[in-house]
């Protein structure tokens, strides 16, 4: 069995998640691919935390140029969170040879070119499954199977931690501060979670998402974007009086050969398919002008859902490399 030797920046939330769904898989991945994935170096300062997974002592480093030097090393997966130095890191790990897997949204919609244009350079792969709606494979198929599409609008809901608050505010009448603390609890939130209330880490994602359909890259900073700390609980009570139920969306769509796009809080009518999605649960809607409308739905945030995508793509990224060994 060919083996593909991994290197981890990070083992927060996220970088266990990831670890773990390769761990608790490896029969069926192995059985599946043929492959032998080894992490086999990891970059974290943390090496006491508590982790539900087996990591050996020898595995950690301190030291980020072990990783990008070592020759054993074909794939490097970046879940540090931040833009830097996360996005240089990933530029290092390209130009040392090194394909490069990330879920960090941040660092992918601030840098987009340079680092596409770096993975090109040195012809690696660079995937970011993970980095828009957690689990939900929208990436792949927006850069695969709906290639052949002219896309007319995206939207939807994109952050789990918001999308968790609004609907136990709605739901249970809870207060913001309680349920915040229960959705870092979880694992949703990001380490600083202003970038979820404020709706930056949704105009991270839609930037993304507008590179990869309308091939309209806008940087996040460019958006319109509201979060949901202004929502009082009467707002929420005004909605439901309504009918309706406050949800955090996000949304591009082509207007007179003009792409329009924002980040805020709308009102949906409760018969509306974004409104039944609730707690941790994203959503994307796209429209293509062949395939016309698609629904994508799952798990929007946590380690395991995200866990998922990244090990998908190293997955990926790993059976290309075999190929060639
Ligand atoms: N903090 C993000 C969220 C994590 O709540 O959706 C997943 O991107």
């Known amino acids: 069995m060919k083996t593909i030797k991994i290197g981890l920046l990070g083992l927060g939330n996220i970088g266990t998640g990831s670890y773990k769904t390769l761990e608790m898989n490896r029969d069926e991945i192995e059985k599946s691919s043929g492959l032998d994935l080894r992490i086999t170096k990891i970059l974290e300062k943390d090496t006491e935390r508590k982790r539900d997974i087996t990591v050996s002592p020898e595995q950690f480093t301190q030291d980020p140029e072990e990783i990008f030097n070592d020759p054993d090393i074909q794939i490097v997966i970046e879940l540090l969170g931040g833009i830097e130095p996360a996005a240089t890191f990933m530029a290092e790990a390209m ?97 600083d979670p202003t970038a979820d209330v404020e709706g930056i880490d949704c105009a991270n994602k839609l930037s993304i998402l507008m590179a990869l359909t309308f091939g309209n890259y806008v940087p996040p900073t460019q958006i319109p974007t509201e979060g949901i700390t202004g ?27 003009k792409v329009e796009y924002a980040v805020k809080p709308m009102e949906l009518p409760e018969t509306h398919p974004l409104a039944s999605v609730n707690n941790e649960f994203n959503a994307i809607f796209v429209k293509g002008n062949a395939v016309d409308e698609l629904m994508f739905y799952g798990k929007g945030a946590g380690p395991l859902p995200t866990g998922s995508a990244v090990m998908g793509d190293v997955l990926e990224i790993a059976k290309v490399l075999a190929a060639h060994m």
Do not use: W
């Open 95 to 191: 130009k040392h040879g090194k394909s490069v897997v990330t879920a960090n949204k941040a660092a992918v919609a601030a840098n987009y070119e340079r680092l596409t244009n770096t993975a090109k350079e040195n012809g690696v792969m660079f995937r970011y499954e993970a980095s828009v709606g957690g689990g939900i494979p929208i990436l792949n198929a927006l850069t695969t199977v709906l290639k052949a599409n002219k896309y007319e609008e995206v939207l939807g809901i994109l952050n789990g931690t918001t999308n968790y608050i609004l609907t136990q505010m709605t739901d249970y009448g809870l207060d913001y501060e309680d349920v915040l603390k229960v959705a870092q609890e979880k694992g949703f939130a990001e380490a």
């Open 231 to 257: 929502i009082t609980k009467q707002n929420i009570k005004n909605a439901k009086a309504n009918g309706c139920r406050i949800k955090l969306i996000s949304s591009a769509r082509m207007v007179n050969g």
